[in-house]
């Protein structure tokens, strides 16, 4: 957005001009004084002008002119009559040209600093300037004219410091297919206030068809109390006129919205169509959202939307309550909250469905001030988790209520169980809460809970909601309910409940959902038998996770397919992390193999490769098969020892040409011969056992 041009090349471009003088100022002054300039000579229409830094000039009279003209940095032009002396100017960084007067700013070159005091006044083209514009007083405006168009450029910031101070993009009935651009490079900072300071998109009666926009790569900064009185003021359009209509206009924020003061429209009796405008949050770090102010909409149709289109995300750091056609959109990113900071959806406003990209990261609320069915989705989530809820209530009188729901991982505050539930989730749960001004009226509640992978739902006929007290310590209660799939779906109570507390997802007794994340184990390990150098005959193994103090309890287990290169992942929903763990490999005709030191899961994941030394099973008891390490193969019985038995049930076996997928065929080629026994006998005669702690 911030116009760069090089200073050195202008001056020697103006220096080479050997017809006019060049006239240097002496001193802060008047243009038409004598001892303002070097030799006291007053420039005229044929000189070259350089203001040196440091010094203010102020142009008096239309006849103050010059050819060409240098602001050297943190040099001062005044204008109090007429445009710029010249078309032909050039301005230092630092430099600053204050229009106090003029009510048409010239845009032939690019300012360093824009100072705006005049009457209410626009740019005659595209504007651009490299450091900072302010407006001390009434309008600068950005569109005037009838099909033209403009993009204006500020590098720096806009401030409005008085109570008369206004930027607008589109103005004029006349201007009504006109189109305004603000890119503003810095932040709008709207420093007084009062309520006539304000950033206008349509400062005109309309109907419009033009867009009017603002790229705002800093901050938007409203001053005051949060009043409409006491505070500067975003407005959609400046107007009063009704019953016209206007293209949405757009505030696209990269920086922090600091509203203390109110953004809306001035018209209380417009019923139009009128779309309204939108908010984009659209920064590329983290943004936040604060101030006092609220959301003033009072036509029928108006709306304002606030986009989340952060990656990053947006946090608020003080309550926000959208109402009134107020909308809030949930695209890409966060909005985080908390119980101070809270997210409330009154009367008219609404929020969008969230994602697991977009959501309410922390507590929201919905208030209700109506009797009947109140039904509200909630797209709350928190850290990396979305998990959105529905709660349903039935109303029976208008009293003014809130009610507030929040998720959190991990597990609730213990209470006891009924008999028709053995378990709660360890993933997460949700605690809702009534506030509001009156008691509570609502006589009959229904809860839609979603689940994901994570929340470990295998049995959904089995799966139920808890409701408990928030603090624990009392008993959960079975709403009933029934998963609409494993893995990912939803469950609604069919149980109705009169008080809010704890929700979460239940196991029914005998129920087969862990309702925790597993642990993956991921596995290498290759069978003698079936592997033949190079690839493996797939097969399945049992795997144990054992404690490793004495008595080696069992803990988990799980199967675990190999594949033809021994890769297999297990789930385990028993383990934690940080704890050691005997990893204990079993299989229909292998040795049992133990790790040979327990093992630990981190961060929920845990890989073990037997294959890549004989010390990585207890007691080095492997075999080497090319450069693999493989179990020793050839325990039909699984009683620990490769002995005479084994040999004889492998032997019976192949006399009587037995086939199939069963224990005596070694190799896994589905037939019992004499080579499965050869790999047996080997082991018989070596002593094979065995090894454990």
Known sequence: MKNIFLLAGIITGILTSSYSQTITSAKTGNW????????????TVSNSVVIAS?????????????????????????LLIGGMPTLNYACGISSTVVYNGPTTVQTSSPYGNLVYSSANGAPNGDLFVDGNLTITANTLRG??????????????????????????????????????????????????????????????????????????????????????????????KSSSATNASYPEGVINLYGNLVQNGPIGINSANDTTSTPGFIINFVGFSEQSWSGLG????????????????????????????????????????????????????SGTGTVSSGSSSSFINGPMAFANSTAGIFSKVYPIGKGSNYSPITLSLNQTAATSSSFKAEMFNGAPMSNALPGSLDKVSLMRYYSLIEGGSEPSAFTNGIITLNYFPDDGVMDAPNLRVAQGPIGGGGSWVDLGGVGTANGTGSIITTIGFTSLSNFTLANATGGGNPLQTPKVLNLISLIEGFYDGSTMVSDTVTVELRNTSPGFTLVDLVKVVLSTSGVGTGNF???????????????????????ALGQQFTGGALSYNFTSAQSQAYGNNMILKGIKWCFFSGDVNQDGVI???????????????VTGYIVTDINGDNLVDLSDLAVVDTNNLNFISKITP
């Open 573 to 595: 929903f028993s383990a934690a992390d940080a704890t050691n763990y005997y990893l204990v490999l079993k299989h229909r005709n292998a040795l049992e193999t133990w790790t």
């Open 143 to 236: 569109a005037i004219i009838a099909g033209v168009s403009r993009t204006h450029n500020v590098a720096g910031d806009v401030i409005l410091t008085s109570s008369t101070s206004r930027i607008s993009a589109v103005n004029l009935s006349s201007a009504t297919n006109s189109s305004c651009v603000w890119n503003i490079g810095g932040s709008v900072k709207l420093t007084s206030a009062n309520s006539g300071t304000r950033l206008i998109l349509y400062e005109s009666a309309g109907p419009h068809t033009g867009s009017a926009v603002y790229n705002i790569g800093g901050n938007l900064e409203l001053s005051g109390d949060g009043t409409s009185g006491g505070s500067s003021q975003v407005q959609f």
């Open 32 to 43: 038409n004084g004598d001892t303002t300039w070097v030799g006291g000579i007053i420039p």
């Open 54 to 78: 440091g010094h203010n000039v102020t142009k008096t009279s239309f006849g103050d002119t010059c050819s060409t003209l240098i602001l050297q940095p943190n040099s001062t032009l005044t």
């Open 643 to 657: 002995d005479i038995s084994d040999v004889s049930t492998i032997d019976i076996d192949n006399l009587n040409f």
């Open 294 to 345: 609220s959301f003033s909409v009072s036509p029928l149709n108006f709306k304002i939307k606030v986009n989340i289109n952060n990656p990053s995300g947006v946090t608020l750091t003080s309550p926000r309550t959208f109402n009134n056609n107020t909308i809030l959109n949930l695209i890409n990113g966060k909005l985080t909250t908390d119980a101070t900071n809270l997210l409330t959806i």
